[in-house]
């Protein structure tokens, strides 16, 4: 992560990555604010586009066409993205709570979450039914009823609760659809009962009689049956109770009735309306506090109701960019004020669709298609981005409303900067962040954190012996939290590569230079995961040193413990002919974080990537030894084949590996193909000439991966042919769901090259 030019002065946080927060992220990306950071709290890294979501239903669209991948847009507009979901407010503190991270503070605040199902008043409701809200969870649960109805022998009956647009557009796109499903798999698609009850005497009740004529035609002609009037008050696995005492029996039940807005506002003290939604001014601002704004479903605009729609939700992206761009510059807000009529384009699932605005109501096929054209065009600005003017923004001064002393900071950070000279940390910014932190306590530690000295005191327990190692590297990541849980996964990873117990961590660490409080939450952020790694393999941190420097930057010198009489260390040196080759993660993390920051890696890609990072190499590295591993490294910066050649060339063996066996992470194929590889990749190909047939591997998909450099990676192991299959196994049972077989150790041979690519 390199740091801007301009110190961070203000932190904007936006909660939710809906319709509002992506236009205010985009605007952010085009025209940067010097000195203010944007954070994007997000429960999903790719956010869907509600507009398009029954076209994809119907099968109109794949996956990534209705869906913005919110951590290129978040690169794109330089924010951080960190995927959790918000939990609560500490109003007071200026923090947004999470569930799996420590708080995020903030100067601004925006909330753009979506609303919640209320189905709590209907009996059964919440265990039988598949809400649509939050739509981005939709997918997963349309995913399992796809398979269910698929699976469903004989006739299926589906309700969908809901008489609005999105209930009536969502009953047929999902009969469009399942009868398609059921007709290529050879079955009948008459065989499917769809029925739609809504509790307003007609569906459509905000839309004209004539939108809503043409849609009771298509469901009478489709064969939906409608229940008007049907308040349904209680639900079972197989059947709805309406107030009126009629039942409908169904199978499927999606629920795409009014919401509310989510449960964990009540306890913010933000004034909420009726049903939850949090009350806004013209600003956008909430009533109560206004460093908190929120926007889209989750508003309700005190002076101009409107319903709940996506639309709504886009208009309202760039009113709030610039409010939000106001508020840090203290200057006065404008206020905005939602149009009273819009256009609805209602689809009907088959690339038909119905226009409805104020009094007016069309439609048709080319309806459809230009209902398409508008919304693959809206994709489009959140898929392809302008080529912006590196450093245009960052040197401009910048333009945030600050107090006295933080201006004073502020300066003395960019003259720092530009003499270039490192310095300590504050001792008060230190001790603040790493006070709120609790490492582990060990016995052996005699001076550590605890009391801390000159340097830390630490014994080696009687019959152990010492192994030490170091890391350091410069974030390549925006998540700070995230950053220092692998760092520090990173640097234990020789330590369990060579069969030791951690014993005790001292960190070396470099933070951008900045306000105080900027810098004291980076060192919380990145320490809180650094420890938590550290602490769940029961290492103390012990000490450490921080300067300020260019980039964020964090490494570990970590001790393990292992017997003195070295039976349980793994070295590199053991392998032996016939041993199996066992390789516990994935790899491709050079390829798809060089790709991350060209803005060329899917969210999701990303996402798996730091989640195997952060996996941990312990109970791999027992296992490990519990089969009788010959020898053990662990996969870094050299990649998978510097490390073998590491491991054959002590051993006096060599080896065959199988390119077609590789554990490959997600993407690391499509962006290694396109030619995006890591800066370190250069160096590591030289080891081509360890290769005894590269020529014939060349043009094998994963062939330019064995060189791709590896951030905590996996462990390469040399294992008993005998033992192999029950240690894979084994690492499978603990989580290392991709360990895979990957070749087998060969006696030497005459040739120089000692090893050989199997491609089948
Ligand atoms: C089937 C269907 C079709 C629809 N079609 C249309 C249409 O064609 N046109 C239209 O205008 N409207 C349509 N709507 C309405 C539309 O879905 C909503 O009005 C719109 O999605 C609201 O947008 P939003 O930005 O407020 O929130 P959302 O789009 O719901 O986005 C909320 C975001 O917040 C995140 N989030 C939620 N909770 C948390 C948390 N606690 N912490 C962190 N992140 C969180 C979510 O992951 C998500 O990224 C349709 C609705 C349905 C059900």
């Not at 008050?233 to 169904?250: E, F, K, M, Y």
């Not at 952020?525 to 769940?536: K, P």
């Not at 996996?714 to 042919?721: H, K, Q, R, T, V």
């Amino acid at each position: 992560m390199l740091a801007p030019d301009q110190p961070v002065l203000r932190d904007i946080v936006l909660i939710g990555g809906g319709h509002s927060h992506v236009g205010v992220l985009r605007r952010f990306g085009m025209h940067p604010v010097p000195g203010v950071r944007l954070s994007v709290i997000c429960s999903d890294t790719h956010t869907p586009y509600s507009g398009m979501l029954p076209g994809y239903i119907a099968g109109h669209y794949s996956y990534d066409e209705v869906h913005i991948d919110l951590s290129r847009l978040a690169r794109f507009a330089g924010a951080r993205l960190f995927r959790d979901d918000a939990l609560g407010l500490d109003r007071g503190a200026g923090k947004v709570l999470c569930r799996n991270r420590p708080p995020v503070p903030y100067d601004y605040l925006s909330i753009n979450i979506g609303s919640t199902p209320q189905m709590s008043n209907v009996a059964g409701a919440a265990e039988y039914a598949v809400p649509v809200k939050p739509i981005n969870g939709f997918n997963q649960r349309w995913q399992l009823l796809l398979e269910r109805v698929r699976r469903h022998a004989g006739a299926t009956r589906i309700a969908v609760v809901g008489g609005g647009a999105g209930g009536v557009e969502l009953a047929l796109a999902m009969q469009y659809r399942l009868r398609r499903e059921l007709h290529a798999a050879g079955r009948n698609p008459d065989e499917l009962r769809f029925h739609l009850l809504t509790s307003d005497p007609v569906i459509l009740p905000t839309h004209n009689a004539s939108v809503r004529r043409a849609f009771e035609r298509v469901l009478a002609e489709r064969g939906v049956a409608l229940h008007c009037s049907a308040d349904v008050n209680a639900v079972s696995a197989t059947r709805l109770q309406t107030t009126s005492g009629d039942s409908v029996d169904a199978d499927e039940i999606v629920w795409v009735t009014r919401a509310g807005g989510a449960p964990w506002l009540r306890a913010t003290g933000l004034a909420l309306d009726a049903d939850g939604f949090i009350q806004v001014s013209d600003t956008l601002q909430t009533l109560t506090d206004p460093r908190v704004f929120a926007a889209g479903d989750i508003a309700s605009m005190v002076n101009h109701p409107r319903e709940k729609a996506g639309v709504f939700a886009v208009r309202q992206g760039p009113p709030l960019a610039e409010n939000l761009r106001r508020a840090v510059e203290g200057r006065a807000l404008k206020p905005y004020c939602p149009q009273r009529r819009w256009l609805a384009l209602i689809s009907t699932g088959d690339r038909y669709a119905v226009a409805s605005r104020g009094a007016l109501g069309f439609q048709g096929a080319w309806v459809w298609r230009w209902k398409d054209w508008i919304d693959r065009r809206f994709m489009r600005k959140f898929g392809e981005f302008p080529q912006m003017e590196a450093g245009t923004a960052s040197t401009a001064p910048s333009s945030v409303q600050l107090g006295e002393e933080e201006a004073a900071q502020a300066l003395s950070a960019v003259a720092m900067r530009c003499g270039g000279c490192g310095a300590k940390v504050g001792a008060t910014v230190l001790s603040r962040a790493l006070g709120a932190l609790h490492p582990v306590d060990r016995d052996d530690v005699l001076i550590g954190l605890h009391a801390p000295d000159d340097a830390a005191v630490v014994r080696v327990p009687p019959g152990k012996a010492m192994v030490h190692t170091v890391d350091f590297f410069r974030a390549f990541i925006d998540d700070p939290y995230i950053f220092g849980k692998v760092a520090a996964n990173h640097a234990l990873g020789d330590i369990y590569a060579m069969g030791a117990e951690a014993q005790s961590a001292t960190a070396i660490v470099t933070v951008p230079a900045g306000l105080e409080a900027k810098q004291e939450d980076l060192l919380f952020q990145m320490m809180s995961g650094a420890i938590e790694v550290l602490n769940d393999a029961n290492c103390a941190l012990v000490g450490g040193h921080t300067g300020e420097g260019r980039e964020l930057a964090l490494g570990f010198a970590v001790n393990g413990l292992v017997d003195e009489d070295m039976t349980s260390v793994m070295r590199k040196s053991g392998m032996r002919p016939g041993d199996v080759l066992i390789l516990t993660k994935p790899i491709g993390t050079g390829t798809l974080f060089a790709a991350h920051a060209l803005l060329k890696a899917r969210g999701r890609w990303i996402d798996a990537a730091l989640v195997s990072m952060c996996q941990s190499n312990r109970l791999g590295a027992q296992c490990l030894r519990e089969y009788g591993a010959t020898a053990c490294t662990d996969l870094t910066g050299f990649g998978l084949l510097g490390h073998l050649v590491e491991m054959t060339r002590p051993s006096g063996v060599d080896s065959e590996l199988n390119l077609s066996a590789l554990p490959v992470l997600e993407g690391a194929e499509e962006t290694a193909a396109a030619g995006i590889l890591s800066s370190l990749q250069p160096a590591n190909v030289r080891l081509r000439r360890a290769l005894r047939n590269q020529q014939d591997a060349l043009s094998h998909p994963r062939y330019a991966l064995i060189f791709d450099p590896q951030t905590a990676g996996g462990l390469l192991a040399s294992i008993p042919p005998e033992r192999a299959k029950a240690c894979l196994a084994a690492l499978h049972a603990l989580g290392y769901a991709q360990a895979s077989i990957i070749g087998r150790v060969l006696p030497q041979g005459e040739a120089l090259e000692p090893i050989v690519l199997k491609l089948g």
